[in-house]
């Protein structure tokens, strides 16, 4: 299993910006897929879930502003992060989970950096 995370990059404030999580390994209508960030000298954030239904669940911290969305096709998962502010700068992440066995994996993180 393997998951690739990309897009992220340096943009100003109120900028928007997509994210890809590339998922080989894992098919998206048997697992659930969550995007968390870790902000530096931070925890780990949960932000985003998308179940094998196709639902989502965003936290309150972030409430509609960023929405995530995925390509059965391309088994990719996606956040488009809205209205970006330096608050959001951090590392991103994605998690697979299994649909049986709940086992769990994690990409390698991909950084946005939110500043003029």
């Known amino acids: 299993v393997q998951l690739v995370e990309s897009g992220g990059g340096l943009v100003q404030p109120g900028e928007s910006l997509w994210l890809s999580c590339a998922i080989s390994?894992?098919?998206?209508?048997?697992?659930?897929v969550s995007w968390a960030r870790q902000a530096p000298g931070k925890g780990l954030e949960w932000l985003s879930t998308?179940?094998?239904?196709?639902?989502?669940s965003n936290s309150d911290s972030i409430g509609r502003r960023f929405e995530t969305y995925r390509d059965i096709g391309e088994n990719t998962v996606y956040l488009r992060l809205n209205r970006l502010q330096p608050g959001d700068t951090a590392v991103y992440y994605c998690?697979?989970?299994?649909?049986?066995?709940?086992?769990?994996?994690w990409g390698q993180g991909t950084q946005v950096t939110v500043s003029s």
């Open positions: 998308i179940y094998s239904d196709g639902s989502t």
């Open positions: 998690r697979g989970v299994a649909a049986f066995s709940n086992d769990e994996y």
């Open positions: 390994g894992l098919r998206l209508f048997t697992s659930t």
